[in-house]
Antibody
Framework: EVQLVQSGAEVKKPGESLKISCKGS?????????IGWVRQMPGKGLEWMGI????????IYSPSFQGQVTMSVDKSISTAYLQWSSLKASDTAMYYC?????????????WGQGTLVTVSS | EIVMTQSPATLSVSPGERATLSCRAS??????LAWYQQKPGQAPRLLIY???LRATGIPARFSGSGSGTEFTLTISSLQSEDFVLYYC?????????FGQGTKVEI
């Protein structure tokens, strides 16, 4: 069974750094499926942030998120990461990781349970 | 960036009725269009991909159609668990944007 298990909820202050994780399991090769990140702000819709290819860490960011977050992977432990160097209150949201079904032009077929990030002074 | 527009924002229907949800792209996305369902407090779930292909385990009452810039998700006979949120998403280019969602309510 394909599973993406995300790290737990975080409460941070503005200006702090954060790295959340997404561990994949149950499929043949973590390294050959792109992983995407999606933001959902409170009460709002889904926003596509970007994708990363675990085998070579190739990344594609949405222009809206370029420079605001960094995606990375540690393929030795089948884990993808999303990180911020300096959080803002507007980063408060649920963040989902999801697997792309095939190539980089694919739908998101399996999703993590989400990581709630709260940024408040 | 391709803008995806869903209509209506809220769709009021009765159990057992048919629901038709629309999604329009600001430019052609070919058939690279997916639909997701999101229940309260849960992650989205892939329903339809490639405009009309049902994902694994999705009931036959869900169907998709369209091409280019106009797409439709049809739920043929609404069950109680179908009264939730639905999003369309294109994956024809980057960024692979989502529509703003349609809430199906009783």
């Amino acid at each position: 069974e394909v599973q993406l298990v995300q790290s737990g909820a975080e409460v941070k202050k503005p200006g702090e750094s954060l790295k959340i994780s997404c561990k994949g399991s149950g499929y043949n090769s973590f390294t050959t499926y792109w992983i995407g990140w999606v933001r959902q702000m409170p009460g709002k819709g889904l926003e596509w942030m970007g994708i990363i290819y675990p085998d070579d860490s190739d990344t594609i960011y949405s222009p809206s998120f370029q420079g605001q977050v960094t995606m990375s992977v540690d393929k030795s432990i089948s884990t993808a990461y999303l990180q911020w160097s300096s959080l803002k209150a507007s980063d408060t949201a649920m963040y989902y990781c999801a697997r792309l079904a095939a190539a980089s032009w694919s739908p998101l077929d399996y999703w993590g349970q989400g990581t709630l990030v709260t940024v408040s002074s | 960036e391709i803008v995806m527009t869903q209509s209506p924002a809220t769709l009021s229907v009765s159990p057992g009725e048919r629901a038709t949800l629309s999604c329009r792209a600001s430019q052609s996305v070919s058939s690279n269009l997916a639909w997701y369902q999101q229940k309260p407090g849960q992650a989205p779930r892939l329903l339809i991909y490639g405009t009309s292909l049902r994902a694994t385990g999705i009931p036959a009452r869900f169907s998709g159609s369209g091409s280019g810039t106009e797409f439709t998700l049809t739920i043929s006979s609404l069950q109680s668990e179908d009264f939730v949120l639905y999003y369309c998403q294109h994956y024809n280019d980057w960024p692979q944007t989502f529509g703003q969602g349609t809430k199906v309510e009783i």
